[in-house]
């Protein structure tokens, strides 16, 4: 019965490498986001996205780019991990035309070394 | 872009009392204003919520005032039980795109 599901839940790798971090509702949402939570817990947009638009922050470095297999995923991909990298990553969706209500994903730690 | 300052960063309140966090926004076009509650290594969940069309809203212990004249929205939380001690964020929207505050960390003390 879970509602927004992240995998893995920690993920441990070396600077240079290339990650997946994968995420699905199941609430029939129609928008999707991931967000950055530093080690000063500061919750940062990195990604919002539906069916018709995709809005990037502008302060997210383009080695972090989100894929949508279909409307109840969005991936996020990392390429060439750096130190500062290393933070909580959170998706979460939203059903935007009805509510702005956000259901969180339990987070996905990732270390970088 | 839009700007989200939260005050205080920390707070620490005797169990019973009321704890008040606030926030301003500086995107008139903002419209949707959550709270979110995030337990020591969960994730974060919405406690309440208030539009722009609306000065207040309660829900049991919770409340939420806005002024959109000033820019500024508060939560207040009273009768504060140890189960409150948690970070709580204030977020500001237009439809697509959240803007976070900087997060409270409130410590009810028992």
């Known amino acids: 019965d879970t509602a927004v599901s992240q995998t893995p839940k920690y993920l441990v790798t070396q600077m240079g490498n290339d990650k997946s971090i994968k995420c699905e509702q199941n609430?029939?949402?129609?928008?999707m986001y991931w967000y950055k939570q530093d080690s000063k817990k500061f919750l940062k947009i990195m990604f919002s996205?539906?069916?018709?638009?995709?809005?990037i922050n502008e302060t997210v470095p383009n080695r972090f780019s989100p894929k949508s297999p279909d409307k109840a995923h969005l991936n996020l991909h990392i390429n060439s991990l750096e130190l500062g990298d290393s933070a909580v990553y959170f998706c979460?969706?939203?059903?935007?035309?009805?509510?702005?209500?956000?259901?969180f994903g339990p987070g996905t730690r990732l270390t970088v070394t | 872009g839009e700007n989200v300052e939260q005050h205080p960063s920390t707070l620490s309140v005797q169990e019973g009392d009321s704890a008040v966090i606030k926030c301003t926004y500086s995107?008139?076009?903002?419209?949707?204003f959550p709270w979110y509650k995030q337990e020591l290594g969960k994730r974060p969940q919405l406690i309440i919520d208030?539009?722009?069309?609306?000065g207040e809203k309660k829900d049991q212990r919770i409340a939420v005032t806005l002024n959109k004249t000033a820019k500024h929205f508060s939560l207040h939380i009273t009768e504060t039980q140890p189960e409150d001690s948690a970070v709580y964020f204030c977020?500001?929207?237009?439809?697509?795109?959240?803007?976070f505050g900087t997060g409270t960390s409130l410590t009810v003390i028992p």
């Open positions: 996205y539906n069916n018709k638009e995709l809005i």
């Open positions: 208030i539009r722009s069309n609306v």
């Open positions: 995107d008139s076009a903002s419209n949707y």
């Open positions: 977020a500001a929207s237009t439809g697509n795109q959240f803007y």
């Open positions: 609430l029939g949402h129609d928008t």
């Open positions: 979460a969706s939203s059903h935007g035309t009805v509510s702005y209500e956000q259901y």
